[in-house]
T-cell receptor, first 114, second 114 residues
């Protein structure tokens, strides 16, 4: 069974640029959630994708957007990067229904905005 | 709305002594509660979960937690700490929405001394 993978591991961008982060879900999982973890804080929910549609969203501006593909992998896009976007971005995969909270996390992508 | 409060930001224990990490929750319904662990430069790993079955929940690596509705608490314990338990621990509540958003506490950093 393949776990959740994310790429790249680390990324350095300049303020105002755009970034795309990628996530491959665990085998058999059709739902992907994205979280932002700032240094010293707990992860904050960004949004969730289920069957290629955004299924729920946290308190993040529209410049945070995503996609889910037919193979259930997902992308997180952030436009017009700000310094405060520097964080660890975590992706988690799961299934729907009773198992919706059993989310398996990838190792994360560390984004630094300078 | 649901939320969790982790009462200690740092806990220091000696190897072989008990570990207690405190968590209080706020929820207008019967919550789903979790404890996750995050080792340095690693992703989040699920330790244990409570989903309205037995109030004493056993997890991996010797950890357990007790759901106490009257106290709105879900404290994590381990009888004997090991050096490998040094990590960040997050208490998490599942949202009442249909799409399984996880809401994380601020985290407790555990230090284990020899």
């Amino acid at each position: 069974e393949t776990g959740v993978t994310q790429s790249p591991t680390h990324l350095i961008k300049t303020r105002g640029q755009q970034v795309t982060l990628r996530c491959s879900s665990q085998s058999g999982h059709n739902t992907v959630s994205w979280y932002q973890q700032a240094l010293g804080q707990g992860p904050q929910f960004i949004f969730q994708y289920y069957r290629e549609e955004e299924n729920g969203r946290g308190n993040f501006p529209p410049r945070f957007s995503g996609l889910q593909f037919p193979n259930y992998s997902s992308e997180l896009n952030v436009n017009a990067l700000e310094l405060d976007d520097s964080a660890l971005y975590l992706c988690a995969s799961s299934t729907e229904g009773l198992a919706k909270f059993e989310q398996y996390f990838g190792p994360g992508t560390r984004l630094t905005v300078t | 709305a649901q939320s969790v409060t982790q009462l200690d930001s740092h806990v220091s224990v000696s190897e072989g002594t008990p570990v207690l990490l405190r968590c209080n929750y706020s929820s207008s319904y019967s919550p789903s509660l979790f404890w996750y662990v995050q080792h340095p430069n690693k992703g989040l790993q699920l330790l244990l979960k409570y989903t309205s079955a037995a109030t004493l929940v056993k997890g991996i690596n010797g950890f357990e937690a007790e759901f106490k509705k009257s106290e709105t608490s879900f404290h994590l314990t381990k009888p004997s700490a090991h050096m490998s338990d040094a990590a960040e621990y997050f208490c998490v509540v599942g949202s009442s929405d249909s799409w399984g958003k996880l809401q994380f506490g601020a985290g407790t950093q555990v230090v284990v001394t020899p």
